[in-house]
């Protein structure tokens, strides 16, 4: 190795050390370390913390405007809102004329009776359903009626559980109940202030049911006033078909 040679060599050994040397020298904050990242990281914000916050301050005006309008609809929804669309409907599809008072009053007359406000009844009751007998559940049931009169005892249908044979409940749900406009039937036995007990047979949805009927509290007529705008609608529907 000549002179020029080792001179440079010494001198790329110096620059090694002195790199070296500032390496180990120079305070830690001087360079970047993984610690010092994580570190930051640690710091940033939790991530479902921030989404909860979004939400929150996004969806809170939201929904106070929504009830602010389910309350104006409300108050637009009443009731002679409600009739008032109704009767513009009916008048699309029927006759505008509107009936003078005397024809107005003819109708109510005949039809009254279906204005008439939601009856209740309580009644024990045993059933011949279809199910179990078909086309003679009818017969049953009028056979179990003839030995009521001779014997004097409750009839045995096919529910005989307490749950199944006691009923209670407005017409409205009698009719859900037992379809048939079953209601109506219970009405035409009890109109004349009777609670006659076991008697029938009355068809149902279900068969053919023999009642005793312990309560009957009827609803009663309203006056045409009342339902005058309903009676009118009414009106209109009957000039149409000609009924």
Known sequence: MSISSTYLFRILILIALLGTALYWLLPETDAPSEIDWDANRQNLPEISALQQRIETDLFSEETAATESIGADIDAVMDRSAMEAK????TKNVTT?????????????????????????YSFTQVVFTNAKHGGLARQKAKQALQQINQTETEPKGDKTALADRYFSATSVRVDR??????????????????????????????GVHLVCIQNASLGTIPD???????????WRFSVSTGE
Not at 86 to 89: A, S
Not at 106 to 119: G, L
Not at 183 to 196: R, S
Not at 226 to 233: D, G, L, P
């Open 86 to 89: 109704l009767e513009g409907l």
């Open 224 to 234: 045409l006033d009342e339902v005058r705008s309903q009676v009118i609608n009414d």
């Open 96 to 120: 505008t004329r509107q009936p003078t008072e005397a024809e107005l009053n003819v109708f109510y007359a005949q039809h009254k009776a279906q204005y008439r406000e939601s009856s209740r």
């Open 177 to 206: 109940e037992f379809g048939n406009n079953f209601a109506q039937k219970l009405f035409n036995l009890v109109k004349d202030g009777d609670l006659p007990c076991w008697t029938g047979p009355i068809a149902s949805s279900q």
